[in-house]
């Protein structure tokens, strides 16, 4: 897997305290201040194809009205519809809502699962949902990629962009193993994602601001590739 597993526990670390130092605006989301699986369930099905500015209200009033999945269940999907309009949300999303609120009440007495196979089966919940709500609402270890942490990831590793990323080993495996030894996976896969977010973004990368340039393949090999041009110049 290349050079870079002997090196994670140092970018672990460097992600961490980079964490630990910075304030952003994300954090005062409501569903980043819980520990809730529910809360966070609802929040990860409304982020999807919305931003989280638009979404915070709408969740709020949600989270007011329904603050259960029994009570979820119990929505009328018109007035889910009406709360989710602002958002530009398909009617679809409301069913979903009301069928999670349903199925949770109904086969798992009102509680999230932790299970993979089984939140991938509710409806509108992805790998990248369900891992959110492994991660941050039931504690556990889990890979969290989005499309932000898979390009970090990519560049870390000097990979190019595999065709399917979420099923890339090297990633899934770097990205657990790291989860893991952080301890608290919570707090290391939220550091992976505000980085991509913030930080290693797509066009403009600011690795000179980045907690982990001294471990990371594609500044060494642009910094190679510009001392030989120097050489051969
Ligand atoms: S050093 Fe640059 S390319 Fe590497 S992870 Fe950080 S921001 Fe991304």
Redesign the pocket.
Known sequence: MGPLPRRAARVIRNALAWRDTIRLVEDSYPWRNTRSPYPILVAEMLLRKTTAGQVVGVFDELMLRYPTPEKLAEARVGTLATLLRDLGLSGKRSVALKQVGKLLAERHGGVVPSDKTVLESLPHVGDYTASCVRVFGHGLTDVLLDSNTIR?YC??LGLQRPRDPRRCPEIRSLSLAMARAAGNPARFNLAMLD?GRT??TARK???NL?P??RD?H??HQRARARRSTTRSS
């Open positions: 970090l560049r870390l980085l930080t290693c990368p600011a690795c980045c982990l340039r990371c594609e500044v």
